[in-house]
């Protein structure tokens, strides 16, 4: 019975009155029960959902975390709480969950330069005001939209670049990690690519120096083969890797200098190469990565 749809419990709830009138008041009290049962164990489960995610989120946005929130695990969590409305649309944790979705979004669109978080954040908030007319959340709207605007138009195109000061790559035992230093924190965007396996990043208002300028570092062995600078439109620096056998791979953010990290994990069968000191690599012909 807890399974059964709205529907079916008022046809059986006609039946009980139809054919056993002597014991309708007895069946009718179960079935309000049933029923009663039915709502409170949905408004239970979308609340677990909502405070899980809550709880998610109030660790990825500690203030005392070494590194913020990565753009994946962003998207991960802003997935989460999307579920939620998916699952219990009406619920009265639904519109908190689209309003939480939306601040994620935002934070992804400023803090990494991801376009299409924007657009989700707006889109979020769009609902709010049409499916949740009666919430206390859409009078916050425009205002929290305002907020969005004002933020976009003091990011001026022609607030100076930031320069990318040093690349280092150290093989450890289980992984290789790239450290990428700048004099202050950037914008970028990351793609994974096959055929071959590469990784990018395009780096948002960034200036390299001399000697990197349309550079490749190539290396003999390991998991990460060469790494390759080049300028693209709009004062964007790409840093491709490109890779050989690489399980998995994660970004994050270290600070006081900026530094932008990448840890290449190993396969499991791979052996790890020396973790002694390695000669610098030598830049072959200055050469723009695709």
Same mark, same amino acid.
């Not at 002597?22 to 039915?38: E, K, N, R, W």
């Not at 609340?47 to 203030?63: G, H, I, K, W």
């Not at 649309?89 to 400023?110: E, K, M, V």
């Given at each position: 019975?807890?399974?059964?749809?709205?529907?079916?419990?008022?046809?059986? #709830?006609?039946?009980?009155?139809?054919?056993?009138?002597?014991?309708?008041?007895?069946?009718?009290?179960? #079935?309000?029960?049933?029923?009663?049962?039915?709502?409170? +164990?949905?408004?239970?489960?979308?609340?677990?959902?909502?405070?899980?995610?809550?709880?998610?989120?109030?660790?990825?946005?500690?203030?005392?975390?070494? *590194?913020?929130?990565?753009?994946?695990?962003?998207?991960?969590?802003?997935?989460?709480?999307?579920?939620?409305?998916?699952?219990?649309?009406?619920?009265? %944790?639904?519109?908190?969950?689209?309003?939480?979705?939306?601040?994620?979004? &935002?934070?992804? &669109?400023?803090?990494?330069?991801?376009? $299409?978080?924007?657009?989700?954040?707006?889109? &979020?908030?769009?609902?709010?005001?049409?499916?949740?007319?009666?919430?206390? #959340?859409?009078?916050?709207?425009? @205002?929290? +939209?305002?907020?969005?605007?004002?933020?976009?138009?003091?990011?001026?195109?022609?607030?100076?670049?930031?320069? +990318?000061?040093?690349?280092?790559?150290?093989?450890?035992?289980?992984?290789?990690?790239?450290?990428?230093?700048?004099?202050?924190?950037? *914008? %970028?965007? /990351?793609?994974?690519?096959?055929?071959?396996?590469?990784?990018? &990043?395009?780096?948002?208002?960034?200036?390299? =120096?001399?000697?990197?300028?349309?550079?490749?570092?190539?290396?003999?062995?390991?998991?990460?083969? $060469?790494?390759? #600078?080049?300028?693209? =439109? *709009?004062?964007?620096?790409?840093?491709?890797?490109? +890779?050989?056998?690489?399980? *998995?791979?994660?970004? %994050?953010?270290? %600070?006081? =200098?900026?530094?932008?990290?990448?840890?290449?994990?190993?396969?499991?069968? /791979?052996?790890?190469?020396?973790?002694?000191?390695?000669?610098?690599?030598?830049?072959? @012909?200055?050469?723009?990565?695709?």
């Amino acid at each position: 019975m807890l399974t059964m749809s709205p529907c079916c419990i008022y046809q059986t #709830l006609f039946r009980v009155f139809r054919f056993h009138k002597t014991d309708c008041m007895s069946s009718l009290l179960v #079935l309000l029960i049933v029923i009663l049962s039915v709502t409170t +164990l949905h408004a239970e489960s979308a609340r677990d959902m909502y405070l899980a995610a809550l709880d998610r989120e109030s660790s990825l946005t500690d203030e005392r975390r070494p *590194t913020p929130p990565s753009l994946e695990q962003l998207h991960s969590l802003i997935n989460q709480y999307e579920q939620i409305v998916h699952k219990y649309p009406r619920s009265g %944790y639904s519109d908190n969950a689209l309003w939480q979705a939306a601040g994620l979004a &935002f934070d992804a &669109f400023h803090r990494y330069g991801d376009i $299409k978080g924007r657009i989700k954040g707006e889109r &979020f908030l769009g609902l709010i005001r049409s499916e949740y007319p009666s919430s206390s #959340l859409v009078t916050q709207i425009d @205002s929290k +939209l305002q907020t969005l605007v004002s933020t976009v138009e003091h990011q001026t195109p022609t607030s100076s670049p930031t320069f +990318l000061r040093h690349i280092e790559r150290t093989p450890m035992a289980d992984l290789v990690r790239v450290t990428i230093e700048l004099d202050s924190e950037v *914008t %970028y965007n /990351q793609e994974q690519l096959d055929n071959p396996p590469r990784l990018f &990043f395009d780096l948002k208002k960034t200036e390299t =120096p001399a000697a990197l300028h349309n550079t490749t570092l190539s290396y003999t062995d390991d998991i990460v083969r $060469k790494i390759r #600078l080049g300028r693209h =439109p *709009t004062s964007t620096t790409r840093i491709v890797f490109d +890779l050989n056998e690489v399980a *998995t791979y994660s970004v %994050y953010s270290r %600070y006081n =200098p900026y530094r932008l990290v990448v840890d290449f994990k190993r396969n499991n069968n /791979q052996v790890a190469a020396a973790a002694s000191p390695q000669p610098p690599p030598a830049a072959v @012909s200055p050469q723009p990565p695709p």
